[in-house]
């Protein structure tokens, strides 16, 4: 219940400049999973969550997922971040954590670090093998066209396809991804974990067809 005061806000920092200097992969570093869980203890649990209901755009539930994972129920947690985000690997590595603005927390010491909490829970899921295709069990018959495949085309895809719908991204680039491949650079957003996120698509139905400029 004071963990908010007792234990103090932990950010991963980021990687030697000498390092850095010798590639373009991202600078940030990763917390442990016993320091994500730390850090998860921080949240307040409190009566208006802030967080998600002010701060998040698209409202992910906040206080849920953090005491899941500081309980250590990692992919329980996962899933009640997933029921809001389509693609936390993009937010945790990219959103500028308005989140964290409206942290109660923050009002006292330092806001949790709810950006690292979301990177490490979609990481993890990646890694244990949580994450993996899962095409819709029927079809709808319906057919829908996204024209352009950055984060919104992205989404509108991804949730369509779970309806059931049949949906082919048409992108007028050579790659898709849009401002997440083109607009965002390697040391932010590794290119990999664009193309990772495209071809899990891929594996649950979603069609691609690149060079296309639809008028």
């Known amino acids: 219940p004071k963990a908010f005061l007792e234990v103090a806000r932990r950010d991963p920092g980021y990687r030697g400049v000498k390092e850095r200097l010798k590639d373009y992969n991202e600078v940030e570093k990763r917390l442990s999973d016993k320091e994500i869980e730390d850090q998860a203890s921080r949240c307040m649990d409190c009566g208006i969550p802030f967080c998600h209901g002010n701060g998040c755009p698209i409202d992910n539930v906040?206080?849920?997922?953090?005491?899941?994972?500081?309980?250590?129920?990692?992919?329980?947690a996962l899933d009640v971040l997933l029921a809001t985000n389509a693609f936390p690997e993009f937010t945790g590595r990219v959103c500028p954590a308005l989140c964290e603005a409206a942290c109660t927390s923050g009002l006292v010491k330092d806001p949790v670090t709810i950006r690292q909490i979301e990177l490490s829970l979609i990481e993890k899921g990646f890694e244990e093998g949580y994450i993996k295709p899962e095409p819709p069990s029927k079809r709808s018959g319906k057919r829908v066209a996204v024209i352009g495949s950055g984060p919104a085309g992205l989404a509108v895809a991804e949730r369509l396809n779970k309806y059931g719908h049949k949906v082919k991204v048409y992108e007028r680039d050579q790659y898709v991804g849009g401002l997440l491949r083109?607009?965002?650079?390697?040391?932010?957003?590794?290119?990999?974990?664009?193309?990772?996120?495209?071809?899990?698509?891929?594996?649950?139905?979603?069609?691609?067809?690149?060079?296309?400029?639809?008028?």
């Open 62 to 76: 906040i206080p849920e997922f953090n005491e899941l994972v500081y309980e250590g129920h990692w992919r329980e």
């Open 182 to 215: 083109y607009g965002i650079p390697d040391f932010k957003l590794d290119k990999d974990i664009v193309e990772r996120r495209v071809e899990l698509m891929k594996a649950e139905g979603v069609e691609f067809e690149v060079g296309v400029d639809v008028g």
